[in-house]
């Protein structure tokens, strides 16, 4: 005689449509910069795999850079990831550094809503690039609900000139993170409650 077992659910309850905002900014033109909208590009095209009402959760949006309006997006989330490429020490790497080879494929980070006085953050809210953090900020001021769950993904990166292809390293690294996301996406990774995750 067979044992039937109860089958697994493969994902749990999903969230209300919209809830996760994958928002991602880089320039797709100067090589390694293009991970942020990789990654969306990717996220896209995993995610018509999932059921309806998870496809329907999870809306992304990429952009050159961030701006002021791009506060308007965080409104009505509960989830929001903050997707960009990064270079070890913030610059391009060097093909004989030794941070080159210890720097992680990812970095993830939990943010924390902005508290106290919000001039020092707003005074970096301009027309270019601004941080997640004075997004946040920016947010609060137009007096939207922030997010409860508020996170930093970094994708390493190592060329960023103009015109030049995703570099093989940055690649792997994107295929890394994506490996990654979606477990956690759907709680069956553990996440940290506070400060940074770096996997190798």
Known sequence: MTTQYPERPLLPAPPPPGAILILACGNDLRGDDALGARFVAEIERQKQTL???????????????????????????????????????????????????????????????PDGTLAPLLASVGTHQVSPIALLAAARLLGLALPASLWQIAIRGEHFTLGAPLSALASRALAETLTWFWPWLVGETPICTNGTITLN
């Open 51 to 113: 059921p309806p009402a998870w496809r329907d959760a999870i809306v992304t949006h990429w952009q050159l850079q961030w701006g002021p309006e791009t506060a308007l997006l965080l409104a009505n989330r509960h989830t929001v990831c903050f997707v960009d490429a990064y270079a070890p020490n913030g610059i391009e790497a060097s093909p004989h550094g030794a941070e080159r080879a210890a720097a992680p494929p990812f970095v993830v980070t939990r943010l924390e809503p």
